[in-house]
C-alpha cells in the first residue's frame, strides 16, 4: 500500500462520480471512458495484465466508441444536458444514504475475506503443467471452465440479434449526418492505423496461448480496425447478411460446440480432449472465437445484419 | 448415453438456434419444426432418464470439482426441464402460425426462441455459482430482444428497462458470489455450501446481495415495475415464454440457493418472514392491479406479479409439502399462464384490440378462445380440479401445520381476487351488446388451428396437473440437500 | 482478514456510487453508464480476491471477469441501441 495506489483509488471513485453527476451527456461519456482507461491501468498494476488489455480494448475501446456513436446519432435536442432527477429530495437522500450503507457493507465484508484462499484457485494453479495452454487465465477459460466462454460467446451473438431488432443502425445515423469521412484527417488516419489495428490484433489472438491476450483482446482490436474502415467509409451496411458472413460470425460457437459434441462419446465427457490434439483444439477454438467475436463487435458498431465494402 | 443427456439437453437447441441463423431467410415452417424437434428431444429423455435413475451428474471438460463446472439434473431440474419443454412445444407451434419465417424480424423468434430455450435449460442444470450468472444472462440477453419482435415504442421502451434492471440485478448477484468464492475459494454450489457452514457476516452479506439481485430479476414487489410493461406488449407467444418460463428462472435460482449453499443465511426466521412479507405484498398488489387493468393482456401481467409471489411463501415454512406446494403451483401457474397469454393473442389478433369494456359481446364470436382463457383461468383461480388447486392445497397444509393461519388466509384472499380478474374479463366478453344497436363486429383477422388449438391443450394440460400430482412429486423427490 | 486495502474500498464506493446513479438518474444512457459502474465494483473486488494466493494472481477471478466484461459489453451495446431506437421513436412522435 503505497500513495500511488492510494491516489488511484480516489480518483477512479472520483471519474465514476463525477461521470455520473455531470449534467452534460457528452462529458459525462468522456468522464467514463477516461474512467475505463484507470480501470485499465489498475489491473494491470494488480496483476492482471490480460484484463488491462480486455478493458482498454473492449470495456473503454469499444463500448466508448459505441458511446460517442450513440451520442452523435441521438440528435441535438437529446444529447445535450441529461435532466436532472426528477425525485423528490427525501428519496434522493434516502437513496444516498442506502447507497452509502451497501457500499461500507461491501467494503466491510471485503475486509473481513480470509487472507489467502485454498480452492479451486490453487487447484488450477498446480494443474496447470497438464492442460495444452500455458497461459493460467487462458487455461481456465478454455479448458478448465471452457463451458462459461462458449455460454458467453452465444450472449455475444444474442446481443447482435437483438440490436439488428432494434433497428437503429448507428454506421448508418453517423454517415447520414457527419462529416468525419470528409476531414483530410481520417484517410491517413485509416491508412495508417487499419493495418497495425490487423497486425496487433492477429498478434493478441496468436500470443493469447503463452502471454497476455486472447481471443477476445484480439478480436476486439480486430473489431476496432473495422470500426475505422467503416468510419472511413470502405464498409458499409446492408439490410442482409450472405451466407459467409452468418457463418463466420458463429464459426467460434460451431467449432467450439461440433469439437465438443463429436468427441464426447470417446471421451466421456463434454469438451474434454485427447491429450494429443488438446492444444491443436484449443488453438482452432482459439483463432475462430476470435473472427466471430470481432465480426459481432463490429456488427454491434454498425447495426445493421449485413457489411459491403466499398471501393474508393 | 445417460451421462450425455444433460450436455444435449443444453446444447441440441443452442445448436438448433445456431442452424436457424445459418439458414438465412427464405420460406422454412420446416426448419423451424426440426429445431423444435431438436430441442425438446434430449430434454424429454433426460427427464425420464432421472425419473427412472434418480439424479444424473456431468462434469464439464472432463475436470472434477472444484477445478470445473458440474452440471446436475435432480427432480428439480427435470421438473422445470419438463415445463419448459411442454409449454415449448405447445407455444411454438402457436408461433408457427404467427411468426413467418420470410420476414426479416419474425425470422429472429426462430434464432433467439431455441437459444433461450437452451439457456433456460443451462441454468435449470447449473450446479456453479457462476456458471449460474453466466446462464441467468444468457437468459436474460434472449429474452429481451424477443420483446421487441412486437416493434411498438412501447415494447422498445419496456425493453429497455428491463435491461438495465435485469444487468443490475445480475451484478449484485455477481457481488455475492465473489464474496463467497473469497470465503470459500470454490464456485461449486455443493462443496461452497459446506464450507459456508456456520454462517457469519460476510455469508449473510453475500446472501443478501443474491436474493436481491435475483428478486429484482424475478419481478418480485417492489422490483416489479418493468414486468407489466414488458410482458403486456411483447407478441403473444414471447409473453406466455417470459411469463411462463423466464421469470420462473430467477425464482428457480432462488429456491435452489435455498436447498442448497445460502439454506443457513436464508432459513433465519427473519430473513423467512422477510421475504414471505414481499410474496405476500406481490399477492395482493399484484391482484389488486390486475383487477383495475384496462387492457386484457396487462391484467394477465399483473397476475403473473401476483402468482410469482405464492413462492416465496416457502421460506418460512421449510418442510416438504411447502417445498412441494411452492413448486407444483410454479409448475402449474407456468402452464396456466402460457395457455392465458396465448388466449389474450388470439382474442387482440382477432378483433384488433384487448381492451376490456369494448369486449362486450365477443365471447360468443370468439368462444374457442374465451373458452380457452376460463379454462386456464380455472388453475390461476385455484379451484379444483387443476394444478393451481394442487400447488394451493399443498402450500395451504403446510401454513396450516406451521401455525401461519393468516398466511392461509392471505393464499384464499389472493384465489378470490383471481377468481375477481378472471371474471371480469368473462362477464364482460359474455355480456349480451345493449339492446338490438348493433350485433358484435365480425373479427377484424381469423387466425388457423396452429394459433387456436395450442392455447386450449395447455389450458387443458393446466387442469389434467390436478391428477398428475403423483408421478410428477414423485419425480421431484425430497428436498435436495436435506433442507427442512 | 484481507486487512485494508484501498482498491478494495474503491470496489464497494464504485458499487455504491452506480446505485445510487441508477435511482437518481433519469436519463437511459446515464443509467446504463450507472449499471456498468457498479459491474465494474464487482470486478475490481474480484481482481483484489485474486492477489491473495502465494504462488500467484488466481486465475479463476480473472477469468470470471473477462467474462463478466464481455456480457457486461454486450448487454450495454444492446442497451445503447435501444436508447437510440427510443430517441427516434420519440422525434416521430413530436413531428
Not at chain 2, 41 to 56: C, D, E, F, K, N
Not at chain 2, 82 to 96: D, E, K, P, Q, R
Not at chain 2, 211 to 220: P, Y
Not at chain 3, 21 to 47: D, S
Request: overall charge neutral; charged content about 10%; proline content about 6%.
Amino acid at each position: 500500500m503505497n500513495l500511488f495506489d492510494a491516489l488511484t483509488a480516489l480518483l477512479l471513485v472520483l471519474l465514476a462520480w463525477r461521470c455520473l453527476i455531470v449534467p452534460d451527456l457528452f462529458r459525462s461519456i468522456v468522464l467514463f471512458v477516461v474512467f475505463g482507461l484507470l480501470l485499465a491501468l489498475t489491473w494491470a498494476r494488480l496483476d492482471a495484465p490480460d484484463l488491462a488489455l480486455a478493458e482498454a480494448a473492449i470495456g473503454a475501446g469499444v463500448l466508448g466508441v459505441l458511446l460517442l456513436g450513440t451520442w452523435r446519432a441521438l440528435g441535438s435536442p437529446r444529447r445535450g444536458e441529461t435532466p436532472s432527477s426528477s425525485l423528490p429530495a427525501g428519496l434522493r437522500v434516502l437513496s444516498a444514504a442506502g447507497s452509502a450503507v451497501l457500499a461500507g457493507a461491501l467494503a466491510y465484508g471485503l475486509h473481513l475475506l480470509p487472507g489467502t484462499g485454498d480452492g479451486a484457485g490453487t487447484l488450477a494453479l498446480e494443474t496447470l503443467p497438464l492442460p495444452a495452454t500455458g497461459q493460467p487465465v487462458t487455461a481456465v477459460l478454455l479448458d478448465f471452465r471452457s463451458y462459461d466462454t462458449l455460454l458467453e460467446t452465444a450472449v455475444l451473438l444474442m446481443a447482435v440479434v437483438g440490436t439488428w431488432l432494434a433497428r437503429s443502425p448507428l454506421l448508418d445515423a453517423l454517415s447520414s449526418e457527419d462529416a468525419t469521412a470528409h476531414t483530410p484527417v481520417m484517410p491517413v488516419l485509416m491508412r495508417l492505423f487499419a493495418p497495425v489495428l490487423l497486425v496487433t490484433g492477429a498478434y493478441l489472438v496468436w500470443a493469447g496461448a503463452y502471454t497476455p491476450g486472447g481471443a477476445f483482446q484480439g478480436g476486439a482490436v480486430l473489431a476496432a480496425a473495422g470500426v475505422l474502415l467503416a468510419l472511413g467509409r470502405r464498409l458499409g451496411t446492408a439490410p442482409d447478411a450472405g451466407w459467409l458472413l452468418r457463418l463466420l460470425l458463429v464459426l467460434g460457437v460451431l467449432v467450439f460446440i461440433g469439437a465438443g459434441l463429436l468427441l464426447m462419446p470417446a471421451q466421456n465427457a463434454f469438451m474434454a480432449y485427447p491429450e494429443r490434439w488438446a492444444g491443436l483444439i484449443m488453438h482452432l477454438v482459439e483463432y475462430t472465437l476470435a473472427v466471430s467475436i470481432a465480426l459481432s463487435l463490429l456488427l454491434l458498431f454498425t447495426g445493421r445484419p449485413g457489411l459491403r465494402g466499398i471501393s474508393g | 448415453m445417460t451421462e450425455m443427456l444433460p450436455v444435449l439437453a443444453v446444447f441440441l437447441p443452442l445448436l438448433a438456434g445456431v442452424i436457424l441463423f445459418l439458414s438465412g431467410p427464405g420460406p422454412g415452417g420446416l426448419w423451424a419444426l426440426g429445431g423444435i424437434v431438436l430441442s425438446a428431444a434430449p430434454s424429454l429423455l433426460l427427464v425420464r432418464q432421472v425419473a427412472v435413475m434418480g439424479t444424473i451428474e456431468h462434469l464439464m471438460g472432463g475436470w472434477s470439482v472444484p477445478l470445473g463446472i458440474r452440471l446436475m439434473a435432480d427432480g428439480l431440474s427435470a421438473l422445470m426441464i419438463l415445463l419448459t419443454a411442454v409449454v415449448g412445444v405447445l407455444v411454438s407451434i402457436h408461433a408457427l402460425g404467427l411468426f413467418d419465417r420470410r420476414d426479416a424480424a419474425s425470422r429472429q423468434f426462430w434464432v433467439l426462441w431455441p437459444l433461450l430455450w437452451g439457456a433456460l435449460n443451462a441454468l435449470f442444470l447449473s450446479a456453479d455459482l457462476f456458471n449460474a450468472y453466466v446462464t441467468l444472462e444468457l437468459v436474460t440477453l434472449a429474452a429481451i430482444p424477443l420483446v421487441l419482435l412486437a416493434g411498438s415504442a412501447r415494447a422498445v421502451s419496456a425493453a429497455l428497462r428491463y435491461l438495465i434492471l435485469a444487468l443490475f440485478g445480475s451484478m449484485l448477484y455477481l457481488a455475492g458470489v465473489a464474496l463467497i468464492y473469497g470465503l470459500t475459494g470454490v464456485l461449486d454450489m455443493q462443496l461452497a455450501g459446506e464450507r459456508l457452514a456456520g454462517g457469519g457476516w460476510v455469508v449473510n452479506l453475500a446472501a443478501a446481495l443474491m436474493v436481491t439481485g435475483l428478486l429484482v430479476k424475478a419481478a418480485i414487489v417492489p422490483f416489479h415495475l418493468w414486468l407489466p410493461d414488458a410482458h403486456g406488449s411483447a407478441p403473444a407467444p414471447v409473453s406466455a415464454l417470459l411469463s411462463a418460463l423466464v421469470v420462473k428462472a430467477a425464482v428457480y435460482l432462488l429456491l435452489r440457493l435455498w436447498s442448497g449453499p445460502l439454506l443457513e443465511p436464508l432459513s433465519q426466521p427473519s430473513v423467512a418472514w422477510l421475504l414471505a412479507g414481499l410474496g405476500v405484498a406481490a399477492i395482493l398488489y399484484g391482484s389488486v392491479q390486475a383487477l383495475r387493468q384496462p387492457r386484457l393482456k396487462l391484467v394477465v401481467a399483473y397476475s403473473t406479479v401476483a402468482q410469482l409471489g405464492y413462492m416465496l411463501l416457502l421460506f418460512p415454512m421449510a418442510g416438504l409439502l411447502a417445498w412441494q406446494g411452492v413448486i407444483y403451483h410454479g409448475v402449474a401457474h407456468g402452464v396456466a399462464k402460457a395457455a392465458l397469454f396465448l388466449a389474450a393473442g388470439n382474442i387482440l389478433y382477432q378483433i384488433g384490440h384487448d381492451r376490456i369494456v369494448d369486449l362486450r359481446g365477443s365471447g360468443t364470436v370468439l368462444a374457442v378462445s374465451f373458452g380457452t382463457f376460463a379454462i386456464a383461468g380455472i388453475s390461476i383461480m385455484g379451484l379444483p380440479p387443476s394444478g393451481g388447486f394442487l400447488g394451493k392445497w399443498l402450500l395451504l397444509q403446510a401454513t396450516l401445520g406451521a401455525g401461519a393461519w393468516w398466511l392461509a388466509l392471505v393464499i384464499l384472499a389472493g384465489g378470490l381476487l383471481a377468481a375477481g380478474y378472471v371474471f371480469r374479463v368473462l362477464r364482460a366478453a359474455f355480456q349480451l351488446p345493449d339492446s338490438d344497436a348493433e350485433g358484435m363486429e365480425p373479427p377484424v383477422r381469423h387466425i388457423g388451428p396452429l394459433m387456436r388449438w395450442p392455447a386450449l391443450v395447455l389450458a387443458l394440460l393446466g387442469i389434467a396437473l390436478g391428477f398428475a400430482g403423483e408421478p410428477l412429486l414423485a419425480l421431484l423427490g425430497d428436498m435436495p440437500g436435506g433442507a427442512g | 482478514m484481507m486487512g485494508l486495502d484501498v482498491y478494495a474500498i474503491a470496489a464497494a464506493v464504485l458499487v455504491g456510487l452506480g446505485f445510487h446513479g441508477l435511482i437518481t438518474q433519469p436519463h437511459p444512457l446515464k443509467r446504463l453508464l450507472a449499471v456498468n459502474v457498479v459491474g465494474n465494483g464487482v470486478f475490481l473486488a474480484l481482481i483484489v480476491l485474486a492477489r491473495r494466493l502465494p504462488d500467484g494472481p488466481d486465475p479463476i477471478p480473472h477469468a470470471m471477469v473477462l467474462t463478466g466484461i464481455v456480457i457486461a459489453v454486450s448487454a450495454t451495446a444492446f442497451g445503447l441501441a435501444l436508447v437510440r431506437r427510443q430517441a427516434r421513436d420519440a422525434e416521430e412522435r413530436d413531428d
